[in-house]
């Protein structure tokens, strides 16, 4: 022990054992910096978690509900498809009778209308099944209603057309246009109140001036039903967009800027649809343009109305678990009965899809379509009554030019 206490002595006392966990390293000036926007980054993003809520997935949906309720949701699945499968019966008649007639532009557009209540009817069904994506679902549904309306409007120009040359087929017409022959066609029960009509001015009929219809007249009625299907194609990609691009803070007031710009635009192909149909009414008498004007609107106005009547109804009727149609990543009554209102409205609107094809059915039979007559393109139609309207302005302004001049000459007389 003497000998060991000398050598320490001697040598000096052992090092120090290294410490087990390594301290930290100083933090940097430019290591905070680069840190901030991180941490900004992230918050935002759980900000912006917790305000986005699409709904349950399907796998989550089906077994929650079916654990709460298994007769309520059994019973209700069942019903909609049987709804779907009948509106594809309805539906495949329809298109197949319509496909054994000659070919023609106005088949093709009877055609396209034939597919709006199975199409309505399928994504309908697909979001009963899966509350996630109902989103998407009433996107596709709306685009295939802008499509229908556009269609429609094809088909009165078209049967007016057709009708028009039938009216005045005779040799002192023979020299006429398509265009002044729709024009003579549609005045010739005199001077109407034509801008008079449902959803913006029906009470105003009686003060609104009676007048003729010019050619510039059915073109803005033919814009108001074509900026539907333009206005539902851009709101679609701006929200797209702007659930990419931006914050759920400033994602939910775009999407009410986009959804009232599309019911506005909406209520505009309505009032355009109208201008037509009160126009050609008389002239479209045996092809019923009334009962084609009821089976495209109707559904529509349906699913219109109930969407606002669902909502309180909601409020009153309990959920069958606090876990059904519950989105699981974000907690809260509001946003569940956010959801049970959408499944609701999903659900009418598969069974409203049957009296879709029905009504469609029944409206645009295979019958209306004959081969053999002369068919009038939709662009052709409008360039005829483009050229009208310009022949029809420059005579007015050599009206006007002329009198100004007899008016200058009783002057200097």
Known sequence: ??????????????????????????????????????????????????????????????????????RRFIFLWSTACVAMLVTFFIAGRHYWELQKRPASIKRLYYSRIALFAPILGVTATLALFSPHAFYLMK????????????????????????????????PEHAHESTGYKILMAL??????????????ACCFRRCLPAHLLRPGHILLAR?????????????????MWCALALSAAEMGPMFMITMNLVKLSGFVCIYGLFILYSATHDVLEKFNPTSKFVALKLVVLLMTYQELLVGPIMHFITPASDLCLA????????????????????????????????????????????????????MLVEVDLERVSS???????????????????DDVH
Not at 226 to 238: G, N
Request: glycine share 6%; proline share 8%; charged share 25%.
């Open 139 to 170: 996107m596709l549904q709306t685009q295939v209603e802008a499509v229908s309306l556009s269609a429609f409007g094809n088909i009165l120009f078209l049967l007016v057309a057709e009708e028009s040359h039938l009216l005045y087929d005779g």
């Open 223 to 239: 814009n108001f039903v074509r900026q539907y299907a333009f206005m539902v194609i851009m709101s679609s990609m701006l929200e």
């Open 327 to 378: 989105d699981p990543e974000h907690s809260g009554e509001e946003i569940q009965t956010k959801h049970r209102e959408h499944w609701t409205d999903m659900y009418f609107t598969a069974l409203e899809s049957m009296l879709l094809a029905f009504l469609v059915r029944r409206a645009f039979p295979a019958d209306e379509l004959h081969g053999g007559r002369q068919e009038y393109h939709m």
């Open 1 to 70: 022990s003497c000998s060991l206490k000398a050598r320490v002595e001697a040598f000096g006392s052992p090092p120090p054992h290294p410490p087990l966990v390594a301290a930290a390293p100083p933090r940097r000036p430019e290591m905070e910096g680069a840190r901030a926007p991180l941490e900004a980054n992230a918050s935002s993003a759980d900000e912006a978690q917790e305000g986005i809520s699409l709904g349950p997935r399907m796998v989550v949906f089906v077994r929650t509900c079916l654990e709460a309720s298994p």
């Open 391 to 409: 022949a029809i302005s420059s005579e007015d302004m050599e009206k006007d030019s002329a009198s100004s001049s007899e008016g200058d000459d």
């Open 187 to 200: 005045n010739r029960e005199g001077p109407k109140p034509h801008f008079g009509v449902p959803p913006f």
